[in-house]
């Protein structure tokens, strides 16, 4: 089974800038997702990348600003720019088939420890 392991998170003002990048076991899944929860709130997909396309995905609260990209087929990072006191959350990285690989950011699995962002203004 695929073991994730997010890295990078931390504290930042409003406006800045962080890089996540999440790191796979082994590569089983094509696709890859980011993912945050914000303390009361449900989990919500940030972003994802079909390791077999390219194609890259983002929900529209961080559309413009976060950039998902993969450098191998086991590493994934998440740039965040314009960093905005809602963006603090704790952020996960997750394994997804690629025919799940859609903007939905269903069907995810193989969920990583995740690493904390805060956002001060």
């Known amino acids: 089974q695929v073991q994730l392991v997010e890295s990078g998170g931390g504290s930042v003002q409003a406006g800045g800038s962080l890089r996540l990048s999440c790191a796979a076991s082994?590569?089983?899944?094509?696709?890859m997702g980011w993912f945050r929860q914000a303390p009361g709130k449900e989990r919500e997909g940030v972003a994802a990348?079909?390791?077999?396309?390219?194609?890259t995905y983002y929900s529209d609260s961080v559309k413009g600003r976060f950039t998902v990209s993969r450098d191998n087929a086991k590493n994934t990072d998440l740039q965040m720019n314009s960093l905005k006191p809602e963006d603090t959350a704790m952020y996960y990285c997750?394994?997804?088939?690629?025919?799940?690989?859609?903007?939905?950011?269903?069907?995810?699995?193989?969920w990583g420890q995740g690493t904390q962002v805060i956002v001060s203004s």
């Open positions: 997750a394994a997804g088939s690629s025919i799940d690989c859609d903007s939905n950011f269903k069907n995810f699995r193989n």
């Open positions: 082994i590569y089983t899944y094509d696709c």
């Open positions: 990348i079909s390791g077999s396309t390219g194609i």
